[in-house]
């Protein structure tokens, strides 16, 4: 299969060379050029029946080898696959080529001819794509190679073996397709009537009448919930209708993502489409991302953010008046809006949108959604969902000897399936009873193997414990490729390596979890996805994480630490077996003792967790954060404003439910009182006569509806820095103390009064360590320790083992024990030896790292806010870069790529690519030759993200310099009255 998409890969970028980029391409053809005689039109069809079928190519059909693929633009990217929207895009541009008159100057105007020529020629064509249908085919045909095609009969009814709810989806789909090219079509009107359109050439009734896309249609648009399996074309579906927004509804779209990694692969896999297309693809996640975003003059921004960073984007658009610029919003893992306080974020954020923006669209997706009924409420949401897979998944279960298949409609829910059969030595029993080495090696290495472990040490020791048992022969299988993966991981933790992957990864066995670097998951993601690993042992999280599909997924035990598994998190683990286009199969198979039979059984069969609103459970980040940023953001002023915003959240959708000792109102009116109390909200006059209106008519308590609010000079920074209402008035007392006596000898005060509170909870200092450190440090930074409350004395006691009678704050006290950490980071950038020297996992080190450039960042906008703060501005500017890199200065540059982390930095500042500017203009083919272990798809990410990055910036500066060129509007008349 992977030959297969290289080929495919192959033919894309042969079309690719011999046309010129979308830039250059300016001819539209008239009525009369598209209009072709009989014969023409008879070879017309023809070629398009035969790229049709091209497209809907079976899994075993061979295409023709080709020139080698070093200008492929698409690269190793599968979700944009060869059926896809843009290889219809480029068929299209295939027939311009041909016309060479008429040229238009306006290349966006040419962009939207052929998005919306695209969208009318194959508005179905999405079904034909990792998508939730089936379509009824022509029996196979041999094409001139000799080669199996599948097509489509003439006439045949793509939406033929549909659900009904499906079939609705492709009907509004198809009149907005129709709306969207007509749209296109008087856009290219409006500036040259001497243009026909496509349009002319098409029989009368072939089409619907298109209405223009304006505001007021706009305004009708749907917001949308899928709910598909695991690689059922989610991310395809949503790639698709995000170009359609950037490209040719000419907005700004949002896609909200919930891990950092997933945010930096999707900017990695897009930004080459950006540049090739014509928009931006921004990043806002940890530090990263402006606020509010730079408005674009011409070009559209595609905003990729994390759940915390979309908020505060969302918050600076209302703010500024911009948030009907946003057409599209695409929540992936929709959900998230059940986690905690993430989930209160997620939750905050799309109601915002929906309460202040009637114009942009919301689409949610996720493969785990039970109770969707309250979700479409809150969203106000059209559902679509299937159980179509592309590729088959098949559910086992392992109890000793015997592997059951997991059928539903069966009396106890499952059916014998085989038994397992392999020969183990008396050795081999007691080190591995569950019989993992035979279960993995039916499949290793010629396929790839997750094994998920409930806790990360299990992960280590399930790995070591593969590789005793396996044969020699699994070294000799892709061993150069291995050797360079462990070259890899010294080169990018300057000559450490762990000892387990060393042992391991020499016979294509690695595990995956929090406690390595991000470098080296990001080496060892790429190994597997690469098949030079084929086995990883992993821990939950790589459920939800990065796109690691298996052809078997093996879970350990039904457990995630101590707790028992639950249905959502099976489902998430299982999904990814079998990927379309990797595997023509899945299968997955958990292993359980006797005495978890029955729970395992009753998991598999019953139906998902429900999704809850998190927002009076999470009391710091909930109702109180919310309040606070509808006050500040004047959305909501009063009691009755901020009631009727909380009717219409999922919160409010789900108050009878939630609240069993308390009405809403209480809740709400609680929430303003505590946060008055709390000096964040100040009560103003008497409301009017509206409000007196609606507290008649709701009957609840005067005292408070009488009241207006507006936010105090702390709320505004606390809502502005994000920072959780737990802490506002601990930092505020920490920086007014700092501004009495800031120790500026080092960095060593401004990291204290950075490192994240909420870590400092959970942290079990070293005290040997500790007292180390600290008699390490010069006069002036143990000055610092004292003015925070940590003496030597009470360090020394803590390390004898002495009582101690006068009273420490132990938050203070972990959290300078963290301060340590990250300033010996700053002073060392190398995390191994950071983590031996505090017996830290690298994991977690590096963990605290971003965490703490994050909350500096935060803490930076808290300061802005308050005048008496001015000093810290420019302070922790600085001080948020050195946290965000942790590598020296000179690096910094280059780290500013998506993609280059500190090893692939050295590598390449070491070759000359000393700056931005060097890596944008920088040749993928030289890039490989000159740095090591540098793939092909790496190389060109590398530069399309640089390419990015400078256009962006490019881009700031001449808006700046125009700005400054523009007459103010108000500037004084020079006419005599």
């Known amino acids: 299969m992977d030959e297969d998409g290289s080929r495919i890969r192959r033919r894309v970028s042969v079309r690719k060379r011999n046309r010129p980029s979308l830039g250059i391409i300016s001819a539209t053809p008239t009525t009369a050029e598209l209009k072709p005689d009989n014969e023409e039109e008879e070879e017309e069809k023809e070629e398009e029946m035969v790229a049709g079928s091209r497209r809907r190519k079976t899994v075993g059909v061979q295409l023709v080898e080709s020139n080698d693929s070093e200008e492929d633009m698409f690269g190793d990217y599968d979700s944009f696959a060869e059926n896809s929207f843009l290889a219809q895009v480029d068929d299209l541009e295939q027939k311009y080529m041909q016309v060479h008159e008429n040229r238009k100057p306006d290349t966006d105007l040419v962009t939207e001819d052929l998005c ?59 009149n907005s397709s129709n709306d969207l090219d007509d749209w296109c079509t008087k856009e290219r009107d409006r500036n040259s009537s001497s243009h026909k359109t496509v349009n002319e050439k098409l029989p009368h009734n072939s089409i619907e009448q298109p209405q ?72 806002y996640a940890g530090s990263k991302g402006k606020f509010p975003p730079i408005k674009r003059r011409e070009k559209k921004s595609l905003y990729i953010a994390t759940i915390e960073k979309g908020h505060g984007l969302i918050n600076s ?31 905050m954020t799309l109601a915002k949108i929906l309460y202040t923006s009637k114009t942009t669209q919301i689409i949610g997706m996720s493969a785990t959604l039970n109770n969707v009924e309250d979700l479409r409420e809150f969203l106000q949401a059209e559902y679509y969902t299937s159980q179509f897979r592309p590729v088959e998944l098949k559910e086992h279960v392992k109890i000793n000897d015997a592997i059951y298949e997991v059928d539903r409609k069966a009396e106890n829910g499952m059916t014998f399936s085989r038994l397992l059969i392999y020969k183990y030595s008396d050795t081999l029993k007691k080190m591995d009873p569950d019989h993992l080495v035979a279960l993995v090696t039916e499949v290793i290495p010629n396929y790839s193997c997750l094994v998920f472990c409930p806790t990360k040490k299990n992960c280590e020791n399930v790995a070591e414990m593969i590789c005793k048992f396996l044969s020699k022969e699994y070294l000799r299988h892709r061993e150069k490729e291995k050797q360079e993966v462990i070259e890899n991981l010294k080169s990018v933790s300057s000559g450490h390596l ?108 019953r139906p998902l967790e429900n999704c809850y609103s998190h927002l009076v459970k999470e009391f710091s980040k909930g109702i109180q954060t919310l309040f606070l940023s509808l006050i500040g953001l004047k959305i909501a002023t009063n009691l009755g404003e901020i009631y009727q915003f909380m009717s219409g959240t999922l919160f409010g959708v789900q108050q009878k439910i939630l609240l069993k000792e308390k009405s809403l109102w209480e809740v709400t009116v609680e929430s303003l009182r505590y946060l008055t109390e ?140 963290l301060s340590f950490v990250l300033y010996t980071l700053l002073k060392e950038t190398n995390i191994w ?18 965490a703490a450039a994050t909350f500096s960042s935060c803490v930076l906008h808290f300061c802005e806010e308050l005048e008496e703060f001015w000093v810290y501005r420019a302070l922790l500017v600085e001080l948020t870069k ?96």
């Open 116 to 174: 919306s020529e695209s969208i009318k020629h194959h508005k179905l064509s999405i079904t034909t794509v990792d998508s939730c249908t089936e379509l009824k085919t022509d029996e196979c045909t041999k094409n001139q190679s000799g080669h199996e095609d599948v097509s489509i009969k003439p006439g045949a009814d793509l939406t033929y073996e549909l659900p009904s709810s499906q079939v609705l989806y492709f009907e509004n789909l198809q």
């Open 212 to 283: 223009q896309i304006d505001e007021s249609s706009s305004k009708e648009r749907k917001n949308l919930i899928y709910s598909l399996p695991t690689s059922g074309g989610k991310t395809l579906v949503a790639e698709i209708l995000m170009l359609q927004e950037l490209l040719c509804r000419r907005k700004d779209v949002l896609m909200i993502l919930p891990y950092v990694a997933i945010v930096q692969e999707k900017i990695s896999d897009l930004s080459s489409f950006g540049i090739e297309l014509g928009f931006f693809v921004e990043e």
């Open 317 to 347: 658009l209302i703010e500024t008046g911009r948030i009907d610029s946003l057409g599209l919003v695409v929540v992936d893992e929709l959900h998230m809006i059940a986690e905690g306080s993430r989930g209160a974020v997620l939750e």
């Open 498 to 605: 762990c000892p387990v992957l060393k042992r391991t990864i020499p016979l294509g066995v690695a595990y995956h979890h929090s406690g390595l670097t991000s470098d080296e998951r990001k080496l060892l993601e790429e190994a597997y996805s690469a098949g030079v690993l084929c086995l990883l042992t992993c821990t939950s999280t790589l459920a939800a994480g990065v796109n690691l599909p298996a052809r078997r997924v093996i879970l350990r035990a039904p457990y995630v630490a101590k707790e028992f598994l639950k249905r959502n998190q099976y489902k998430q683990m299982i999904g990814r077996a079998g990927r379309a286009g990797i595997d023509s199969i899945g299968e997955s198979i958990v292993i359980l003792q006797e005495k978890d039979k029955q729970q395992v059984l009753e998991l598999i069969s």
């Open 678 to 817: 709390k000096g964040l909200l100040q009560k103003d006059t008497t409301l009017t006569e509206k409000g007196l209106t609606q507290k008649d008519a709701l009957c609840k308590s005067e005292e408070w509806y009488q009241y207006s609010f507006h936010i105090t000079k702390l709320g505004r920074a606390s809502f502005k820095g994000t920072i959780d209402l737990a802490y506002c008035d601990i930092l505020y007392r920490d920086l007014k103390i700092g501004l009495e006596s800031l120790v500026l000898e080092s960095f060593l005060h401004l990291i204290y009064l950075t490192t994240p509170y909420d870590m400092a909870s959970q942290c079990n200092p070293d005290w040997m360590i500790y007292f180390r450190q600290f008699n390490q440090l010069s006069p002036a930074e143990q000055n610092v320790a004292a003015l925070v409350g940590v003496s030597e004395n009470y360090l020394g006691k803590k390390v004898s083992g002495q009582a101690i009678k006068k009273k420490v704050n132990k938050d203070v006290v972990n959290r300078l024990y």
């Open 833 to 850: 030896n950071v983590s031996e020297k505090f017996n830290m996992p690298r994991g977690y080190t590096q963990s605290l790292l971003t």
């Open 882 to 977: 050195k946290l965000t890199y942790c590598v020296k200065a000179e690096l910094i540059p280059l780290m500013e790529v998506t993609g280059v982390l500190e090893g692939r930095a050295k590598q390449l500042y070491n070759a000359g690519y000393k700056s931005l500017v060097h890596l944008a203009n920088a040749d993928p083919e030289v890039l490989i030759r000159t740095i090591e272990h540098l793939s092909r798809r790496q190389a060109k990410q590398i530069v399309a993200s640089a390419k990015m990055l400078l256009h962006e910036k490019a881009e700031a500066l001449q808006e700046e310099a125009e700005e400054l060129l523009r007459l103010p509007s108000d500037f004084p008349s020079t006419e005599k009255a």
